[in-house]
DNA sequence: TACAAATTTATAATTATTACAAATATATAA
DNA sequence: TTATATATTTGTAATAATTATAAATTTGTA
């Protein structure tokens, strides 16, 4: 499905910078900044204001078409993967990474809370994979 | 144990300033943030300064003698509970509270990484279990 | 008591985000 | 098609949390 339809879907009109902005955000696993995202689409929009970033990913989070990450204390991160899953922040290489969780896993987080959820995250600091690796220095 | 001599512990010289931040921080359940904690010790110190609020706090985190938590976008909030558990903000009454886990979901939650694991949240917003009471009127 | 190091304070700077209002684009009805 | 109302985008200024910096103060030790 094309990120126009599912604009349409959420019943957000489908301008050409809200479609930019989910093509890109569709198109990148590195969870993105408001800033990065307005660095990599200015190129192609030299109009574009950073406000409609800003605008655009608030209305996105509201409608429920992206997920928004407070994994770092400054910035807000964005994630067009909405379904359920943790977040590494990698303290070496300062990359977010996915880790995704089995059904039983995703079950027990929303027993957590008698009355409605409307969001969760689970915000893991340490070593990714790639990390861990090459600190095992052959010898 | 007294906050002076948990300071201690940690090789972190106890001013005054430091004892009464710990001192707030371990009597209230709120997890407040560095200018509610400033707000609530200024009528004890007149002459305090955030600065001091900012430096002891991220001492206290960078010492592992609290937690930080970023369930909000825009405030840090401190936690002077470090073992492991999760937190809800409630949508409603806008309060944080803790939510216990169990030792087997403090493992699950510890296995979703293989490197180390330097500290992780887990951030649920909905409706806590008073509001959600609030909300079923009899009829 | 004197001196060096650590801590606190006060002010200015930084940075992410929001507020606001003008300009532009879009959709609808005549 | 044209007029008009509505929604969106843009640009600038404002806000607010946090950090940088350097002077003043406190603390520990010789």
């Not at 990148?28 to 990913?57: G, Q």
């Not at 996915?98 to 079950?107: R, T, Y």
């Not at 070593?127 to 010898?139: M, R, Y």
């Amino acid at each position: 499905m094309s990120n126009k339809t599912l604009l349409i879907e959420h019943n957000i009109k489908p301008t050409i910078q809200r479609i930019l902005i989910l093509d890109y955000l569709s198109s990148v696993i590195s969870h993105p900044t408001a800033d990065e995202i307005y660095t990599a689409l200015v190129p192609k929009i030299p109009i574009l204001s950073r406000m409609t970033i800003y605008n655009t990913l608030n209305l996105l989070v509201e409608k429920g078409v992206i997920h928004s990450l407070n994994i770092e204390e400054k910035n807000t991160r964005y994630d067009f993967d909405i379904s359920p899953h943790a977040h590494l922040l990698c303290t070496k290489c300062h990359k977010v990474y996915d880790i995704f969780l089995k059904n039983e896993q995703i079950d027990f987080l929303k027993n957590l809370v008698e009355g409605e959820i409307f969001d969760f995250q689970i915000n893991i600091k340490g070593i990714c994979k790639k990390c861990n690796n090459l600190g095992k220095t052959s010898h």
